[in-house]
């Protein structure tokens, strides 16, 4: 992603990729987490070199890359400068510490955070995805929320982010509600219950 192979076989900036993948890089270095990139790349369209999603993987290896710094690796031989540059060194060495410090935190402090409604929410306004994004103020606190797919890429949608605490508690607080119903109550208890059964028959004896 971001690179085309021309007739000389040389690495030249590909117009349409490259963009997304200056756009990771500074997502990343401002606060979003692995996970809301992988949401938004799949959100996008984008797909891997096989054809399948972004995922996890395939984000952590696109942020590690040197060659978007303009580094080419020829078996044990690296040449700085061997090929167009599509992220500045300093935006990548900020990603690179960062990366850095969320492998080394414990996995309740890392700044990977989960987005409870991605794939389940959806636009009032033009019916699309919303996803988790996240930015840094100027006074470095990270605000979290969620965004209409078609307002960042196509810009085919006016719908403003929503807060991803408010938003959030919102919809636990309608289901807490909703599941509180006796009948509603002993239709789960009734489901739990079958789930059960069947667990304890597919135990192996």
Known sequence: MGYYIDEQQCYQIDPNTAP??????????????????????????MCSIRGGKITLNIM???????????EYNYRDVVKEDGIPAIVLKELFERVQERLAKNKKAPARHKAEDDYLLTTKLYCGKCGSFMVG???????????????????????????????????EDLVVSYIMKAIMNDEVMERLIDTLMELQKRES?????
């Open 60 to 70: 952590n290896h696109l942020l590690k890359n040197r060659r978007y710094v303009g």
């Open 20 to 45: 997304v993948v200056l756009e990771m890089f500074t997502r990343y270095s401002e606060g979003a987490t692995m996970q809301e990139l992988v949401n938004l790349l799949n959100s996008w369209g």
């Open 201 to 205: 028959t597919d135990l192996p004896l």
């Open 133 to 167: 994004e996240s930015g840094t103020s100027h006074t470095m606190k990270v605000h979290r929320y969620y965004r209409c797919v078609n307002t960042k890429k196509k810009k085919l949608c006016d719908k403003k982010a929503v807060k991803k605490d408010w938003i």
